[in-house]
Nanobody, 116 residues
């Protein structure tokens, strides 16, 4: 069993940056591939970025490629999402989960609001 807690969201102007964290409790975090997702009001949850268990492989949605960077520190049981050059369309609640996502692992997420 893994519990995930997201943090680091906030209000930022367009062009700004934020760094999100996803802290995991429970054992064996380092064996999981991890993803970041986001859900904007009135829209379905969408994939944002993913990282494999070792951190050696990453992938991104086309909408964030070149602006966001996913990383992890297995010693700290934490996955990060560095978000640069933020746009108003990045406004959403951001969640992390395992890959494939586990229904019981969805946390509260962290709100990111980008003003124009």
């Amino acid at each position: 069993q893994v519990q995930l807690v997201e943090s680091g969201g906030g209000l930022v102007q367009a062009g700004g940056s934020l760094r999100l964290s996803c802290a995991a409790s429970g054992r064996a975090f380092s064996i999981y591939n991890m993803d970041w997702f986001r859900q904007a009001p009135g829209k379905e949850r969408e994939f944002v970025a993913g990282i494999n268990w070792s951190g050696g492989n990453t992938r991104y949605s086309d909408s964030v490629k070149g602006r966001f960077t996913i990383s992890r520190d297995n010693a700290k049981n934490t996955v990060y999402l560095q978000m640069d050059s933020l746009k108003p369309e990045d406004t959403a609640v951001y969640h992390c989960n395992t890959n494939p996502p586990a229904k019981g692992y969805w946390g509260q997420g962290t709100q990111v609001t980008v003003s124009s």
